[in-house]
């Protein structure tokens, strides 16, 4: 295996993305010696591209499997193009992409990408993956913070939120409809079935503090159920942590193989106690 930190200079921007990358290079048997696809990870609010390193057993899972990760950083942004900021929307569809191909001919094919994250970074994967269904096969959303109409209404009342978002949408934080996931996914629903991207979304039932992270989740069930896509919403019992999304990453890898893979990790896990 390898593990790989790199400062990417993204020349058009004028900024440097830190990025973490996980390569397998030590296959098991039963996986080959073909890479089969790269899994893009997406942090939450106030973390990095290392988190998913240090905390989860995202290395593991994608050692079994057979993939590449990648975890760029991208700071507090939402994966949005900042009104008074670095464009990591921009940055990380466009330049980012080209550059890791280039550096570390990592494949861009987009029946080999997928794109997952966790709190704001389930935000981002949808928003990425739905505003560019042409680049990945499959999106997973973990305890996402998907209703950012909500969210800036909260903000309105919390100063500390409200210093996160206006410099993504200005003073008046007023989102724009690029920002709105059920907008987007009513967009993608449209798509011939092969276009669109699988979604994959999970949220823990106890997960509903001053952000309403279940309420959030529930409302865009409520409206992605209802459209003609491949689409599975999970919960099961958990918060806003790591033990949920490290499970949420093993769920996704078997989504996105047809496989039973997830049931076989929890096998693995119920057979330590």
Not at 81 to 85: A, H, R, T, Y
Not at 116 to 141: D, R, V
Not at 158 to 178: D, E, I, Q, R
């Given at each position: 295996m390898a593990f790989i930190k790199a400062d990417i200079k993204c020349p058009t921007f004028g900024r440097t993305i830190s990025t973490s990358l996980y390569f397998p290079t030590d296959l098991p048997e039963n996986v080959g010696n073909k890479v089969k696809g790269v899994i893009t990870l997406l942090h939450g609010i106030t973390n990095t591209a290392d988190d998913w390193m240090m905390y989860s057993a995202a290395p593991r899972y994608?050692?079994?499997n057979g993939y590449i990760l990648v975890a760029p950083s991208a700071d507090n942004s939402f994966y949005l193009?900042?009104?008074?900021?670095t464009p990591f929307y921009t940055l990380l569809t466009q330049e980012l992409p080209a550059q890791l191909n280039a550096i570390f001919n990592i494949p861009n094919e987009r029946e080999k990408n997928y794109i997952?994250?966790?709190?704001?970074?389930?935000?981002?994967?949808?928003?990425?993956?739905?505003?560019?269904?042409?680049?990945?096969?499959?999106?997973?959303?973990f305890s996402g913070a998907l209703d950012m109409a909500a969210m800036v209404e909260a903000a309105k009342q919390?100063?500390?939120?409200?210093?996160?978002?206006?410099?993504?949408?200005?003073?008046?934080?007023?989102?724009?409809?690029?920002?709105?996931?059920?907008k987007l996914v009513q967009q993608v629903a449209t798509l011939p079935s092969a276009q669109q991207p699988r979604i994959f979304q999970t949220c823990g039932l106890q997960d509903n503090d001053e952000m309403q992270i279940l309420t959030q989740n529930q409302n865009f069930n409520?409206?992605?159920?209802?459209?003609?896509?491949?689409?599975?919403?999970?919960?099961?019992?958990g918060v806003h942590e790591w033990n949920f999304w490290d499970r949420s990453l093993a769920e996704f890898i078997g989504f996105i193989q047809n496989s039973d893979y997830a049931e076989r990790k929890r096998r693995d896990w119920g057979a330590m106690h």
């Open positions: 994608a050692a079994d193009d900042n009104e008074f900021g997952a994250g966790l709190s704001m970074g389930g935000y981002g994967a949808l928003l990425l993956g739905l505003s560019q269904p042409q680049k990945y096969a499959a999106i997973g959303s919390m100063p500390a939120f409200a210093s996160v978002l206006t410099p993504l949408f200005g003073p008046s934080l007023t989102m724009p409809k690029s920002a709105d996931l059920l409520k409206v992605a159920a209802a459209l003609p896509l491949d689409y599975t919403f999970k919960t099961w019992p």
